[in-house]
């Protein structure tokens, strides 16, 4: 039995779920316990995603923020509104939990994920690196037209990217890091779409740019653009400057936690709720 599997049937037996979650987390540490999040998406009803997704433990959010993309299947508008939000949360592992959810709902409809990350895209850095995780995920880029939308949604992105002129925030380098993967995802399912929007943003002078691209150059996938190219992009990017390396997102496990858990918004009533939550266990 997978552990997810064994995860599930633990919490089908608890009526409370919060000391069994933070006792199994997994933090602090390198890794959350991302089996026992995907357990928790399966197995909560909505109102205990919506409690969860609004905690100050992060862990706990963590588990209610990937358990949305679950309700986004079926009840979209207001759980893409709290996804928005919290895609600014100022915890990387929420931030990661958000696109944990987009690609659920991804996984059910590529096409309703499409729509809403275009608008995404339009918006500030840290929802333009949610959508960019989000998207570029190898198991959702399987229909070329999906691909081609994706890759217009990172060359928009890319564009703001190098125009933007607050380039110290953390929201900045928090998208740079994620752009510095997730065109070299996008390009690799569908290269002849890939290769002329990699090149234009290769010739790039912008310093940040050019350190996402040649960052994207550096994944073994890319070789699904051909050897050829790459090794003449590469050659071409080793003989420019050299660039300053960016910092990765990484854990802050010591970091306070805040005053009072965020507000989850209004929810429906409960007769309501119940419903979704018998829709969501079956999707």
């Not at 006792?23 to 969860?52: C, F, H, I, T, Y």
């Amino acid at each position: 039995m997978r552990r997810a599997e064994q995860y599930r049937a633990e919490l089908r037996r608890l009526s409370e779920w919060e000391p069994y979650l933070k006792k199994n987390s997994g933090l602090p540490g390198a890794r959350a316990n991302l089996e026992l999040v995907e357990a928790v998406g399966e197995e909560a009803d909505a109102e205990r995603l919506w409690r969860l997704s609004a905690s100050s433990d992060e862990f706990l959010a963590l588990c209610g923020t990937a358990g949305l993309g679950h309700l986004a299947v079926s009840d979209p508008v207001p759980v893409m509104s709290w996804l928005r939000e919290l895609a600014a949360d100022r915890r990387w592992r929420v931030r990661e939990g958000v696109a944990i959810a987009l690609q659920h709902l991804g996984r059910h409809s590529m096409p309703r994920l499409l729509a809403e990350m275009e608008k995404w895209s339009t918006d500030g850095p840290y929802p333009q690196r949610a959508a960019a995780a989000g998207l570029c995920e190898p198991n959702l880029l399987k229909e070329p037209e999906h691909v081609v939308r994706v890759l217009k949604i990172l060359d928009r992105i890319t564009k703001s990217l190098a125009a933007t002129s607050a380039r110290k925030s953390e929201e900045f380098r928090v998208l740079k890091q994620t752009l510095a993967y997730s065109w070299s995802v996008a390009a690799a399912a569908l290269p002849d779409s890939g290769r002329p929007l990699m090149e234009k943003w290769l010739r790039s002078e912008d310093q940040d740019v050019a350190w996402v691209m040649q960052s994207n150059l550096a994944r073994a996938r890319m070789a699904a653009l051909g050897p050829s190219w790459v090794a003449r992009w590469r050659k071409k990017a080793q003989a420019a400057p050299a660039l300053p390396p960016a910092g990765a997102e990484t854990p802050s496990p010591s970091a306070p936690a805040p005053a009072s858990a965020k507000k989850a918004p209004a929810k429906k009533p409960a007769a309501s709720r119940k419903v979704t939550a018998t829709r969501v266990r079956k999707s």
